[in-house]
C-alpha cells in the first residue's frame, strides 16, 4: 500500500531534483527562471493536490499485493 506521504516525499525529491538540473544545464537566464517556476508551480499542485489522487490510483492497481 502506497501512502500519500510518500508520493509527497517522492514529487518534492523529484522537483528539487529537477530545479537542480535546471540550473546546471540551462545557460539562458530568462528559460533558467521560466523552467524554475514551471517546476515550482507543477511540484506545489502535485504535493497539494495530486499526491493523494496518484496514491489512490496507485492502490487501486491492485499490483501491491
Not at 537542480?20 to 523552467?35: C, D, G, L, S, V
Amino acid at each position: 500500500m502506497v501512502s500519500a506521504f510518500v508520493v509527497r516525499l517522492a514529487v518534492v525529491v523529484l522537483g528539487a531534483y529537477s530545479v537542480q538540473y535546471i540550473t546546471e544545464t540551462e545557460f539562458n537566464k530568462k528559460e533558467r527562471r521560466r523552467n524554475i517556476v514551471i517546476v515550482v508551480v507543477f511540484t506545489t499542485l502535485m504535493f497539494l493536490f495530486g499526491a493523494d489522487i496518484l496514491a489512490l490510483l496507485v492502490n487501486s492497481l491492485g499490483v501491491q499485493d
